[in-house]
């Protein structure tokens, strides 16, 4: 299963729309797992989207 979102945020006046899609987790997770899960993520976008570096991470 995806979940799409869009949330919006006005930085300085100016609206940033932000589209997020993400899949669900079953409870609450740590960093140890977030971590873990984000190494696999990455590896993940590395193989199948060479083309497309990733540039940053935000996260709350």
């Known amino acids: 299963m995806l979940l799409l979102d869009r949330t919006e945020w006005e ?3 100016t609206p940033i729309n932000l589209p997020v899609l993400s899949f669900p987790l ?3 997770s ?3 797992e977030r971590i873990a899960f984000l190494e696999r993520l ?3 976008l590395e193989v ?4 497309l570096p990733v540039a940053g991470l935000s996260a709350d």
């Open 11 to 13: 930085v300085g006046g």
């Open 26 to 28: 079953n409870g609450n």
């Open 30 to 32: 740590n960093t140890k």
């Open 42 to 44: 990455m590896a993940l």
């Open 48 to 51: 199948h989207f060479p083309h």
